[in-house]
């Protein structure tokens, strides 16, 4: 499911919820079985590669940024966690804005 306006907390019925953002588009892809399902979504609606960054969403509605396809090290990211303290704050601020 691709959020692009503001959703109930209720909505997020999973435990634990694979998403991935576009920072550029400010949406959210959320739902999928594989993070890489999510972000094909997106680039199904138009979104590009470089744009998209993988996170999870947990009960208490906190985040944490680990996904494989945050492996970058074209964008300088070598880890699953995103290392750019301005990519983090872009996925908190679209996640804080929809949800």
């Given at each position: 499911m691709i959020?692009?306006?503001?959703?109930?907390?209720e909505e997020l019925k999973s435990p634990f919820i694979k998403a991935v953002a576009d920072i550029e588009k400010e949406i959210i892809s959320i739902n999928c079985e594989l993070h890489i399902d999510c972000a094909e979504e997106l680039i199904k609606e138009g979104s590009e590669w470089k744009n998209l960054w993988?996170?999870?969403i947990y009960p208490d509605v906190s985040v944490d940024f680990i996904s494989l396809i945050n492996i970058r090290p074209a964008s300088r990211n070598r880890s699953m966690e995103i290392q750019n303290p301005k990519i983090?704050?872009?996925?908190e601020s679209i996640f804080q804005k929809l949800l």
């Open positions: 959020i692009q306006n503001k959703i109930q907390k993988g996170f999870n983090r704050q872009k996925i």
